[in-house]
């Protein structure tokens, strides 16, 4: 849930602010956080689109009035 991925947010800034790291490693890490958030994006999304189909957006141009 959100709730989880802000305490998540929370304890690895705080674990990265409270280690020196290089800038690389940092990077890395950094990059493999945001994959991570965005693979569990992607899964809430189609669950919420299974249970609610018209959330999924429509393709193709809107219809002329």
């Known amino acids: 849930t959100a709730y989880e991925i802000s305490l998540g947010l929370v ?3 705080m674990c990265i ?4 790291l290089g800038d ?3 990077a890395s890490r950094l990059i493999a956080q945001a994959n991570g958030m965005q693979s569990e994006a992607d899964r809430l999304r189609e669950e919420a689109y299974t249970l609610d189909p ?3 957006p429509k393709r193709g141009r809107p ?3």
């Open 54 to 56: 018209n959330l999924k």
């Open 17 to 20: 602010r409270d280690s020196v």
């Open 11 to 13: 304890g690895s800034e």
């Open 24 to 26: 690389a490693e940092l």
């Open 63 to 65: 219809k002329k009035s």
